[in-house]
T-cell receptor, first 119, second 114 residues
Framework: GAVVSQHPSRVICKSGTSVKIECRSLDFQATTMFWYRQFPKQSLMLMATSNEGSKATYEQGVEKDKFLINHASLTLSTLTVTSAHPEDSSFYIC???????????????FGPGTRLTVL | EDKVVQSPLSLVVHEGDTVTLNCSYEVTNFRSLLWYKQEKKAPTFLFMLTSSGIEKKSGRLSSILDKKELFSILNITATQTGDSAVYLCAVNWGERGGADGLTFGKGTHLIIQP
């Protein structure tokens, strides 16, 4: 099946610094990648939808200037948490959808997630 | 506002029991319903359902969708301790050719006791 990787798997940073998380589709081309955040014992919350070559679409309540998303190629999307604060500590998960599927019936493949801790 | 509601939120059963997990939804522009199993890290895909009344099966797991009543169930028979996980239901919404996304339910935390 399709494989999605994330890097790093875990990061600890100081408050005020920026952190970049990479999401890669390893064996397929992903026209669309999604970024989710999951707090402990809660479900995944969609943060933004990223289409290759265009600006990301952010969900209500997600600050686009704080969570910068770049989807520069069909296999790579990055999420940069700028000026991170302790409340940004969370589990960030990306998912990718394969190029070539038409219609509405395609599944998303998830990366393993990145645990961000901001001190 | 789109909603996906799962029940129960938590369930503890003994090994060998059969469990049924529920997912109801209210979304605009429904495309499909997906079930995921989440253990320690990211969710792993179980089923994608698009048509009413057609059961999907994979080993001891099965699922069915009712688009009229807007719900789906996930059944696990002869449960094993390895089935212990959070089971997430998600609905893919969006217009054909347009933007879309997944809305997740809160999950059912299933614990299988030996």
């Amino acid at each position: 099946g399709a494989v999605v990787s994330q890097h790093p798997s875990r990061v600890i940073c100081k408050s005020g610094t920026s952190v970049k998380i990479e999401c890669r589709s390893l064996d397929f081309q992903a026209t669309t990648m999604f970024w989710y955040r999951q707090f402990p014992k809660q479900s995944l919350m969609l943060m933004a939808t990223s289409n290759e070559g265009s600006k990301a679409t952010y969900e209500q309540g997600v600050e686009k200037d704080k969570f910068l998303i770049n989807h520069a190629s069909l296999t790579l999307s990055t999420l940069t948490v700028t000026s991170a604060h302790p409340e940004d500590s969370s589990f960030y998960i990306c998912s990718a959808r394969e190029w070539g599927f038409d219609g509405p019936y395609n599944e998303q493949f998830f990366g393993p997630g990145t645990r961000l801790t901001v001190l | 506002e789109d909603k996906v509601v799962q029940s129960p939120l938590s369930l503890v059963v003994h090994e060998g029991d059969t469990v049924t997990l529920n997912c109801s939804y209210e979304v605009t522009n429904f495309r499909s319903l997906l079930w995921y199993k989440q253990e320690k890290k990211a969710p792993t895909f179980l089923f994608m359902l698009t048509s009413s009344g057609i059961e999907k099966k994979s080993g001891r797991l099965s699922s069915i969708l009712d688009k009229k009543e807007l719900f789906s169930i996930l059944n696990i028979t002869a449960t094993q301790t390895g089935d212990s996980a959070v089971y997430l239901c998600a609905v893919n919404w969006g217009e054909r050719g347009g933007a879309d996304g997944l809305t997740f339910g809160k999950g059912t935390h299933l614990i299988i006791q030996p």
